[in-house]
């Protein structure tokens, strides 16, 4: 099926709040949100990703997900995204929310889910809804069949590509009936363009998100992973791309909020907005607020880095919780990341970095 890759405890309580400006990192940053990586696995194959076939061993138990939730937020996260891999592969996600939900720790404000929506029916929906679930971001990278299908790295060309685009926006419905309204901004649309490859899709993908009354927020193509071969001319900067929406359908700035990857544009005709994360041609380092934890229980504190830490041996049940909230602590206090910063200074490309599938994005 797939194309290109070239490889193959219950419920959540309080543990006592932190005051979050006490626990800065290296360059003055607070904590606040936690992505967590449920499973590395996918069920497309982004030639831009390339995703792992099966997940590494060792991965999270729903109590060590739920430990370290709870531990996250008495340090500051008060949003968790779940992301993967492909999420809606995971049998752990509605346990995780349910349980979440039992005892929701203070602090927590929001769960979003980023998804390729494939697996989304009307009853995963209502069922994540009802677990709990805040927002939802769908991933979908062209609104033309056979861009589609090369973009998700799946054998079959327009035909295949027609078959995934009818999946997506019906899961994207199902997500809006079941409660996720985009004009709340509960229900969002991704799309990495890749310069030369499907950047002919931006018109396409506007027209296909404004009538649909749902923001899109175009992803300049990152040089996570050392399996897609990126190269920097394969990017299309940020303000490329608002340019040539605007073309068609003229916008106004509205800003990047304080912490979020996404600059806003507004559509002067009041059909909404449109968001561009422009983490090569535009950082957004001096801000970043994030972890990502993989499935197996790797943290990382840049989207960009080549090594994690192992967090398992402190989320087990036998440890005191106190153990991996000063572990948690240590890793965000000393933390220096800057890489997209320090790359557009240095022109660093070369550094290996883990793959995105892992990391979730
Ligand atoms: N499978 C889910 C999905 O596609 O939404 C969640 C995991 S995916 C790794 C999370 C996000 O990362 C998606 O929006 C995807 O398009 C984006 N992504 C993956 N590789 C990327 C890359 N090299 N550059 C920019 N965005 C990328
Ligand atoms: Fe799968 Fe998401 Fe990676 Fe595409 S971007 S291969 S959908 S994990």
Redesign the pocket.
Known sequence: MFAECQQAEGSVGVVGMTDATSNLDSHGRPLGVLRLSLTAR?N?A?P??CPDSRDPEGMLELQDQLRLIRVACSLGVHTVRL?????LLSDRLEPLLTSIALGRPAGLKEIAL???GVLLSPERALRLRRAGLDRI???L?GADAASIARMAGVQGGAKAGQSLLNQVLSGLEAARSAGFDPSQGALKL?A?IQKGRNDDQLIPLARLARDRGVELRL???????SR?G?SLNQVMPALEMVQRVASHWPLDPVGRSSSSTTSRWQYRDGAGHLGVIASISAPFCGDCNRIRVTADGQIFTCLFASQGADLRPYLRASEPEAQLRERLSDLWTRRSDRFSEERRLRGDVDKPHAE??Y???
Do not use: H, R
């Open positions: 996918c497309l982004c831009y990703c992301t993967g891999g492909e999420p980023t998804t390729n971001t769908i991933s990278d991704n990495v992803i300049e193509y990152m040089d996570v992973g897609n990126w995105m599938a990391l979730g994005g």
